[in-house]
């Protein structure tokens, strides 16, 4: 079973940037597509960027395109979303999954974390 953690959300000023993290026990990430996904308080769950298992691609929701960055370090076997301009309205619980599925761009998620809190406020 694979059990996802995430970590590096807080608190910052708009503007500002975070990096959040998402690693695994007992289970290498390298097969599985990465995402991740933010849900507001009174909002939809959101799909915000996904990195591929086979070849590094990557997706980014409009609302974060050109803001965040999507990358895996293989060789500490994570996952890292590097967040910058950040803005109030991307305050929200964060949360990796995982999944094997080619060619969805992680809309399939497989495997959940149990989420990170990232706030935006001055």
């Known amino acids: 079973q694979l059990q996802l953690v995430e970590s590096g959300g807080g608190l910052v000023q708009p503007g500002g940037s975070l990096r959040l993290s998402c690693a695994a026990s007992?289970?290498?990430?390298?097969?599985?597509?990465i995402g991740w996904f933010r849900q507001a308080p009174g909002k939809e769950r959101e799909r915000v960027s996904c990195i591929s298992s086979t070849d590094g691609r990557t997706y980014y929701a409009n609302s974060v395109k050109g803001r965040f960055t999507i990358s895996r370090d293989n060789a500490k076997d994570t996952v890292y979303l590097q967040m910058t301009s950040l803005k109030p309205e991307d305050t929200a619980v964060y949360y990796c999954?995982?999944?094997?599925?080619?060619?969805?761009?992680?809309?399939?998620?497989?495997?959940w974390g149990q989420g990170t809190q990232v706030t935006v406020s001055s």
């Open positions: 999954t995982a999944d094997k599925f080619p060619n969805y761009y992680c809309s399939r998620p497989q495997y």
């Open positions: 007992g289970v290498s990430l390298r097969t599985y597509n």
